[in-house]
């Protein structure tokens, strides 16, 4: 009988013995649960899920990023620098220049030679309505200009050549000559504006862009100026006069000159249309 109440007794003691080890597992395993969620939602790699972290993007503070660039235009190679004012917007300057030598060419019976000189500066604000895309648009100031065209020009012993459809013919002892500038900085001052594609700062990080930009600078009316000397006659090469103090051929080189500029006129608005290359950095106040 008393064997028989100590197996009963064993018995219940190792049923309790079990099931507080199972309570003990259970609520070890909870504690575990509960310290990996807390753990991961405190921004940590908990023990049921990694966060994988987005890409870096560039700092938006005024001045934190410098882009240097260069490209081409018919304002000549230009250079580029810029810097970022905020997520939207660009504070940018070019420079721009260009010299280049014409020669040979002929018109009206003139023989051209000269020389083509661009030299300017502008500053802009580059805005752009999307952050992380690269259209943009730019308006400016060209606060720099000395596009200019200077020119010579000669006609040939016994040659003809016309002023204001009058036709005259180059003495063959003292040929016309001529000098010529075609200024295009009325306004030494102009507005410009711009639209295009590219950021030079990208906003999603990177460093290399590649932009491209159109649009007008608004320099005013161009400047044409001419002056002759020589001796001009008719046909036959008897009646002859100075083409510098002559009243009638004065008059038509004036006619000539108006014609020429109103065929320039378009040139008021100057075309911008430039593509380059870019390179920008963080500077220490964006790190």
């Known amino acids: 009988m008393i064997k028989r109440i ?12 079990v099931a507080l080890f199972a309570q003990s ?22 023990i049921h ?3 994988t972290l987005p890409p870096k993007s ?8 410098i882009a240097f660039g260069g490209g081409v235009s018919p304002l000549g190679v230009n250079m580029q620098i810029a810097t970022n004012l905020n997520r939207h917007m660009n504070l940018r300057t070019s420079g721009n220049l260009l010299n280049y030598t014409i020669s040979n060419f002929t018109t009206n019976g003139f023989t051209v030679g000269g020389k083509l000189n661009l030299a300017s500066a502008s500053s ?13 648009l730019s308006p400016g100031v060209m606060f720099y200009n000395q596009n200019a065209v200077s020119a010579n020009f000669n006609v040939a012993s ?12 180059s003495s063959a002892s003292n040929p016309v000559t001529g000098l010529g500038n075609l200024g295009l900085h009325t306004q030494k001052t102009a507005f410009t504006a711009t639209t295009g594609w590219g950021n030079m700062i990208p906003r999603k990080g990177g460093h290399w862009s590649f932009p491209v930009e159109l649009g007008a600078a608004f320099i005013g009316d161009p400047s044409l100026k001419m002056t002759l000397a020589g001796t001009a006659c008719d046909q036959t090469g008897v009646y002859c006069k100075n083409v510098g103090t002559d009243p009638t051929i004065q008059a038509n080189l004036t006619a000539q000159v108006a014609k020429y500029t109103k065929n ?10 430039s593509f ?10 964006g790190r």
């Open 6 to 17: 100590l197996s009963a007794t064993s018995a219940v003691a190792l049923c309790a013995g």
């Open 158 to 169: 016994g040659k003809s050549f016309t002023l204001n459809n009058q036709t005259y013919y």
């Open 264 to 273: 320039l006129n378009p040139l008021k608005t100057y075309p911008i249309a």
């Open 25 to 46: 597992s259970s609520s070890s395993l909870k504690m575990i649960d509960s310290a990996a969620a807390a753990e991961g939602a405190g921004g940590g790699a908990g």
């Open 49 to 51: 899920s990694m966060k």
């Open 124 to 136: 802009s604000v580059d805005l752009y309505p999307f952050a992380n895309h690269g259209f943009r």
């Open 276 to 285: 380059g290359l870019a390179y920008s950095f963080t500077t220490r106040k």
């Open 58 to 65: 560039r700092s938006t503070k005024p001045f934190s990023a």
